[in-house]
């Protein structure tokens, strides 16, 4: 996501190409502004004769108008939508893991800490609770952007600085590792290579990281871990036995094929930590946690499930590409536009170089809406316009773990009625691992 001063009218704009429609919008109006420049050379004036009226022209270029603003309008809905449900997403899963704490926190007994199981069962919950709700934001953002690398989830470190969020700005931050060429400002890269390589050098940080059962239970076989673990079962499959035919048969199978590259068949790894965390909840009641009446309970309920809602509208816009139909016919008529507008161009326009200026104007403006779209039509995947999505999670972090190692400090009214109001009776139970 490209940021930007609004200051000196914006005219500083004009020096930014990376991310620009500009630069790669400039070969068809090269090429048809070229044509344009041979037939004057050749001195084809007949064409006017042909042509009349440039009337049943203005037919064909208000259609071809009117379908590339039609593109516009739907890419940038895509574009707002996304982002929308995306940030509700985010603030739903925060408000869950607040919840969560704090519910659970406010009913335990005072003299919690002087029984060492209840009380480290206590910090075990609010550690754990933590940690899933930051590895349910992290797979979601993977899932957006179509990254299955589990390695690109590393460890969150709160010195660490926030990831940039303008992609001219990401080899600086990945220290060399990434950085932009000539091409990505001529040409909307989203080839494979180009994605995981920006995946790398964008990675989603995870409080307290990912152990190995969990990453195994993600989809990822940890072979290392595996032969260490005589008998273990890798979802009913003895991983010590030397069948090791069936073993990778059955690894085989969990891989499909999604936008030219390999994908676990694990891929629903956000319904999976989602439903980590309902077990977690679980757990905690049969411990005798989160003691609250029903009505209240429900609302934690109420909005880790709104969280996925709102992920699964993202989803929706992630995995639904724009319709290849209109997208095909939007193309084609481009083309079209810019090899015949020279003809009426050369036809009615007297003056070589103010045809040659209204040719280029005219089909530049046309393919920049149309470069405009296919960049917003798709909010998580294209760099620098993409959603920042490192940065978000990066925000999401910080926004839980502010809420797990914080306590209501003592106001005003009871400092000064101390003796008639107490001590307030909340035990401090706040996030201890990381």
Known sequence: MITYSKTTWGLHLLLRLYGSAFPRSLIFSVISTSITVALY?????????????????????????????????????????????????TA?????????????????????????????RAKWFTDTTVHLSSLLHGVALQHLRSDWDLSNLTTYHSIDPAPPLDG??????????????LTDTFLLRGTTERMERYNR??????IGSISDPEAVGLGKLL????????????NGIDIASDDHDTI???IKSMFVHRIGKVVPGASERVNIVYAWVQQLLQERFREKGLTLAAPVGSRMWQMLSEGYLQFEQCRAIADTPFPFPWAQMVLVMLIMYAISV???????????WMGIVVNFFCVQSYWCLNEVARDLEDPFIYDPNDLP?????????????????TRRPVSAYEIMHAEECGSPDFPPVFYHTG
Request: hydrophobic content about 45%.
């Open 342 to 352: 020279p003809l009426v161009v050369v036809a009615f326009v007297d003056s070589t």
């Open 168 to 181: 001219a700005g990401l080899r600086a931050a990945s220290k060399g590792k990434y950085q932009y060429d």
């Open 201 to 206: 050098a964008m990675p989603l940080p995870v």
């Open 41 to 89: 050379v050749t001195k084809e004036r007949q064409l006017y004769d042909d042509w009349r009226h440039p009337y049943p022209y203005h037919i064909f270029a208000f259609i071809v108008g009117f379908i590339v603003v039609f593109r516009s309008q739907l890419s940038y809905a895509r574009y707002w939508e996304g982002r929308l449900q995306l940030q509700t997403m």
């Open 223 to 234: 072979e290392a871990h595996c032969q260490k673990q005589t008998g273990t079962l890798f």
């Open 389 to 405: 999505l490192a940065r978000y999670q990066y925000q999401f972090n910080n926004r839980i773990l502010a809420a797990a190692r």
């Open 248 to 250: 990778a048969g059955y």
């Open 92 to 120: 739903r899963w925060a408000d869950f893991c607040t919840e969560a704490l704090m519910m659970d926190a406010g009913t335990l007994s005072a003299g919690i800490q002087s029984d060492p199981k209840a009380w480290n």
